[in-house]
């Protein structure tokens, strides 16, 4: 990796991390998520970044996967338990971080700071040429100490340019096995801690979409939003809000493109056992002497 390449990965870190607790800032009981959503995006736009995945805004027993439309009418309330996912690029290379807070009240306090804790276990045996299963071991222990649970299908992951994930995850679980980590591998180490089961699905629309493939469709505005989809987010997550940007019936667009199979969603996904669920992530550099923390 080139110094270049470095100082541009440094960059889009500092900035997911400013926007991050930028965003934690504005969250408070009766506020708009939408309106919050679109402040932290505006933000990341205005200091020279660009969103790397929808701004995530995952509610109690939500473990993630969820932003709002442009139709989005939820506010957020006392008691509730927020993860705040916060995705920025800059030319592709990306920086990824979350962190949970509750609103006006403590009762999940100690699990917050399970998963802050299990997060900085992670980081302190992550190297080159560690195995991925160290990670996981050290993480479902933290969180197994505070008498809590790991989320065993929601993991970290390594991220490469335009790639959120690239082909390695990251476990929060004990596991055998498994890849290993490389000098200047960039990772995202991301712990979810629950009361609940340890599992998470779903099926709802989280209204994040990915492009599937590129093909014909037989409608001229669908087929120019799904060359301007493929031209603006280069294989990156998106949202349906955006969209309406530069296409006036976008909506309708995009469901001819879901439709032909050609855009997806991404499910909301929901702690199986309707376990509060409590989220902390930081992007990563790995090196041979350890790593350096990019969204710190």
Known sequence: MNPEEIEKWKTAGKLARNALHFGRDLIEAEKSMLNVTEEIELFVKKNGGELAFPTNLAINNV??????????????????????DVGVHIDGYIGDNALTLEIGSTNYTKMIEASREALNAAINVTVAGVNVGIIGHAVQDTIEKYGYRPIANLTGHRIKRYNLHSGVSIPSVRERGGPTLNNGDIVAIEPFVTDGAGRVG????????????IRKVRDEKATELMKEIQDRYKGLPFAERWLHEFQDDATKSLQKLMRAGIVSYYPVLDELGNGIVAQSEHTLLVTNNGNEVLTK
């Open 63 to 84: 473990g993630a996967h969820w932003t709002p439309s442009s139709k989005s009418s939820e506010t957020f309330c006392k008691g509730d338990v927020v993860k705040l």
């Open 202 to 213: 779903g099926k709802r629309n989280s209204n994040i979409y990915h492009l599937r493939q």
